[in-house]
């Protein structure tokens, strides 16, 4: 497998300097500390962001940790993760805030493919894990908490009828309850490792170098002989 992109969001001052690496500013909140799910680095809520690929994918495997901020069940409260190859939107999922996960093909209000409930538990910190292949004749399966079991196998159009058996951009969409972090996608060339990604975290460590340089001193031009 090949990286297409890995986000932690531990080390962004604000959202304004995650660009380019994601095609505009974001909207949302950073948040750190005890708002995490480890308790340090940073997540951030209610976010929305698009990030494009370097190339066609054909095939992703992808995990991301979200939280349900509340008690409260709201199938209306959703984050969607829609994929599509900038001029036409695949196809996308919704994680919803009563447990239950929709798949679509096309974008936030296209084709639903199917609707699986108590997929999840709400106000907890839960990864998703997923595998996407593009197509007519496409999949959407879904694995929750690093499980070897599929939690949503979905089947369908994932192409939304085009041509385009793939994808190269990914348009988040969290609704404000809605808590984000580890964000990680690979494609499936057949380089080791391949597959699954399994629970993806990603914790700030402290640098383990701790040796020292001796700087020398430059002289300013002025002040050189």
Same mark, same amino acid.
Do not use: H
């Given at each position: 497998?090949?990286?297409?992109?890995?986000?932690?969001?531990?080390?962004?001052?604000?959202?304004?300097?995650?660009?380019?690496?994601?095609?505009?500013?974001?909207?949302?909140?950073?948040?750190?500390?005890?708002?995490?799910?480890?308790?340090?680095?940073?997540?951030?809520?209610?976010?929305?962001?698009?990030?494009?690929?370097?190339?066609?994918?054909?095939?992703?495997?992808?995990?991301?940790?979200?939280?349900?901020?509340?008690?409260?069940?709201?199938?209306?409260?959703?984050?969607?993760?829609?994929?599509?190859?900038?001029?036409?939107?695949?196809?996308?999922?919704?994680?919803?805030?009563?447990?239950?996960?929709?798949?679509?093909?096309? @974008? !936030? #209000? =296209? /084709? $639903?493919?199917?609707?699986? *409930?108590?997929?999840?538990?709400?106000?907890?910190?839960? &990864?998703?894990?997923?595998?996407?292949?593009? @197509? !007519? #004749? =496409? /999949? $959407?399966?879904?694995?929750? *908490?690093?499980?070897?079991?599929?939690?949503?196998?979905? &089947?369908?159009?994932?192409?939304?009828?085009?041509?385009?058996?793939?994808?190269?951009?990914?348009?988040?969409?969290?609704?404000?309850?809605?808590?984000?972090?580890?964000?990680?996608?690979?494609?499936?060339?057949?380089?080791?490792?391949?597959?699954?990604?399994?629970?993806?975290?990603?914790?700030?460590?402290?640098?383990?170098?701790?040796?020292?340089?001796?700087?020398?001193?430059?002289?300013?031009?002025?002040?050189?002989?």
């Amino acid at each position: 497998m090949t990286k297409i992109i890995a986000e932690s969001f531990d080390f962004w001052p604000n959202f304004a300097a995650m660009v380019p690496k994601w095609i505009a500013t974001p909207s949302g909140l950073l948040q750190t500390g005890p708002a995490t799910q480890f308790g340090t680095g940073q997540c951030v809520s209610g976010f929305s962001g698009s990030v494009n690929f370097a190339a066609n994918e054909s095939t992703i495997f992808g995990s991301i940790r979200l939280k349900y901020n509340t008690a409260t069940t709201n199938s209306a409260n959703v984050v969607s993760l829609t994929f599509n190859d900038v001029s036409s939107n695949q196809c996308c999922v919704q994680i919803r805030g009563d447990g239950s996960i929709v798949t679509r093909s096309g @974008g !936030t #209000s =296209g /084709t $639903i493919l199917a609707t699986t *409930n108590s997929v999840f538990n709400i106000n907890e910190w839960v &990864s998703f894990q997923f595998k996407i292949v593009f @197509g !007519t #004749s =496409g /999949t $959407i399966e879904i694995r929750v *908490n690093g499980s070897t079991v599929n939690a949503v196998f979905d &089947s369908g159009d994932t192409a939304s009828g085009t041509a385009n058996d793939y994808a190269n951009r990914l348009v988040i969409a969290c609704q404000s309850t809605w808590y984000a972090d580890d964000l990680m996608l690979v494609n499936n060339d057949g380089t080791a490792p391949s597959g699954w990604l399994g629970d993806i975290r990603c914790v700030p460590q402290l640098i383990a170098n701790t040796s020292q340089a001796q700087f020398t001193k430059v002289l300013p031009i002025s002040d050189r002989k």
